[in-house]
């Protein structure tokens, strides 16, 4: 989360100067919905730009931040250099910007977490909502809803108990509000997101748990649910044990010299449809005719899988991953490691998912 400077030709200024000593990086990242941004190599594909460099206390780094337009987005302090990623090591005061300018939000951090309360404000800079963070909660959650207000300026919620409104990016309509007491989601609770089409859902809560869910579909047909969403699955356990399931069954093409093929670099994509049917399963790259054939016949004896379910509605997603994990021997404990790439395929909310995993 984010902190000062100007204009953008303040910001050149800046990165011409700083740039000239070893400790100063400046890095590039571009937003993808869902998930963390991602670093790229040049400004021309980022949304904003990162300037890191040292701070005269000993350990701490500067951090800013800016929009393409030259305007501040961040401003904070980090322990130690930031390694390579977007994540970072927050200390002490930070602040986010609009776009336009006006301050967006506000926290101390103390190792990495908030401490005491969060400030959240409307783009026109008025005062929207206040965050208590606490860490010795029985019941696990540490960020309570302390006070909100209305886009009038009329406090709705006060000492954690009253009416809570979540704004969409742009502030310009509430997709999701509730009752909250003690700080926490408490009762019904309303909204509605845009996927392939406008859903709308209800939420019941306890205390801030999701006791039970309706999703309506754009004809108001009624879909319960126990979960906001539920990931895509393989009935058996997981990618892995799909890989397991599917090089188990598949039979590998020999060369003239009856050598079996090598498909230690192989990439596949596939597709999961809205019934749990695995479609479309394909090579990534240089594409051997009798390999697919072979994985055509292998995956017709894998088992079964679930679907993406988005308040309690099917959707369809598509996976990219090696076609063999690999393993790692470390001593007597064997590692099986495969990177995959994972998106819901709705056509207004792309969500993707890279990930590492090990088994």
Known sequence: MKYIFTAICFLFIVNSAICQTNDTTVSYYKNYPGNAPQEVISANNADFTRVVYPDSSANIYNVFEYYNNGTKKFIGKVEGRPDYGYSLQLVGDCIG????????????????????????????GRLYAVKKWVYNNPL??????????????????ENGNGLWLTYNDDFSDVIFSGKVRKGFMNGEWKGYDILEDTVKYTGMFNMGGLTSGIGYDKKGNAHPFKDFNLATGYKRGGLFAFLDDLNRHLILPKDANGKKMNIDTVHISFVIEKDGQLDELKQLGTVNDQLQTALNDAVKKCGEWTPYMYYGMPYRSSFITLLKPKVD??????????????????????TNADSAQSD
């Open 97 to 124: 910007f609009f776009k336009n300018g006006k301050k967006k939000y506000t926290a101390h951090f103390t190792d990495n977490r908030i401490l005491g309360m969060e400030y959240f404000f409307y783009p026109n």
């Open 140 to 157: 696990f959650n540490n960020q309570l809803f302390w006070e909100c207000y209305d886009n009038n300026g009329n406090k709705v919620c």
């Open 329 to 350: 021997l470390e001593g007597p404990i064997t590692i099986k490691m495969v990177n995959f790439k994972g998106t819901l395929m709705i056509s207004n909310k792309k």
